[in-house]
């Protein structure tokens, strides 16, 4: 089959803040969200240091860490930089020194934080942050800390969302910025922030329905995940709300649905007793819905289908896609002649967990553009040139499966008058995985026929490949 390749060229990557010098993060209390951050700084270059009391701590985190080396590098199509060190310390001081970035997740009490976090700001000279759920940082700092709320979502590894609250929240935001987060800087203190104060709606309106024995656990879970849930990934609500509205949008949509606001539909504020009765019911009602997958089963499930939305998303540049896609532009190409360099992801893998012929048509495909823009030959819309690809022979060597490491090193065989002729070898590790020759054709877009290659960029494919050999 012949036919134009996409050859769309991405932004430059900007190798600031993800190599350098090496960066340190301190972790305060390393359970499921200090073990996300954990997560999220090591896969990010950082080096991090933790300090965790607790019996188990590390065996703890360490569970974490395995679910989060799996699922965040599939987000990317490119390497993400070399791990950093994790280093457990003895001492709260020993953990934040040096530290560019404290962060404290410890159990939500306001004495235990208050304690944490007093002794965090006597040693630490970078920014001390809280993941706090509720408190304002006026709470916090009440007895002369000086901590921002920096209040991530679970699994902290692969949700962007970060509420800042506190002082000057600049440098903190370009900070998770280069991570790969989305700090969502808010002027106000309020208990709870944004995000938490919506989800303890629907948490309430979801009790009362268990309680009252309208719906079980699952259903309220369908009636989330089926319709409403999958609308708020993309747009939230006010713009998903404009839309409800028709042509005539957001006034529209307020002035026929306003009035509901005053109807019963609602128990607003009050709360159910969360009496053992309730507690069993609730707890049966789960254990039928979900008890047939452990802990770990469940956060795999959580995490493969969040990596598969966030790389739908991404494709649109939509909401935390666009954030991704952000990241990846942030990570270094890799350099000829290796063309590319990345995990597998989980939504290219068949009902094998391998990955099928149209994905290595992909990579090779991803391959040749990468030769492109090092002989800086990505024709760009518009500029009457382009390359075609006429022909593409793959020789499949041995299985490659979600998870895996790739990278494709190619030769440049012939770059002469209207041909580009290139050899890709895919491999793992240093074994061959595949192998595919390509022959494009440099082509003019207004004859739609394939003309000769410029002489200038010739030359350049001819540098290329003498420098590499
Ligand atoms: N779980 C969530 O979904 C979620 C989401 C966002 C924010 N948060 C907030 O994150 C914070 C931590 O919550 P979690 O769910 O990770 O709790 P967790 O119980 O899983 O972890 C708390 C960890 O803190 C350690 N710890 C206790 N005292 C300590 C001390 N003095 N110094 C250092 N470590 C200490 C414990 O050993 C434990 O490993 C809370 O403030 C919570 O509100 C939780």
Redesign the pocket.
Known sequence: MSGPSDRAGGQPPDPRGISGQRKKAAI????????GWAARFLLDGWDVDV????AG?AA?LDEVLVGARRALPMLHDRSLPPEGRLTFRPT?AEAVDGALWVQ?????RLD??H??LGEACAHATGIVA??????KPSDLNAIGARAIVA????P?YLLPLVELVGDDTAPAAAILREIGMYPLEIGAEIDAHIADRLLEAVWREALWLVRDDVATTAQIDEAIRMGFGLRWAQMGLFETYRIAGGPAGMAHFLAQFGPALKWPWTKLMDVPDLDDALVAKIAAQSDAQSGHLDHRALERVRDDALVSILRGLRRRDQGAGAVLGAHDARLPAPTFPVTVARIVPVTWGDWNDHINEGRYGQIFSDAADAVLAAADAMPAPGDGWSFFTVETTIRYRAETRIGDAIAVTTRIEQAEGKKLKLVHSMQRGGEILAECDQLLLHVDMESRRSSQMPDAMIARFTALSDDRN
């Open positions: 305060l209390g390393g359970g499921v969200i200090g073990g300090f965790d009391p607790g701590a703890a709260l404290e997740s410890v159990p939500e235990l934080k304690a944490v809280s993941s706090t759920s509720g408190f209040h991530p979502f679970n902290v």
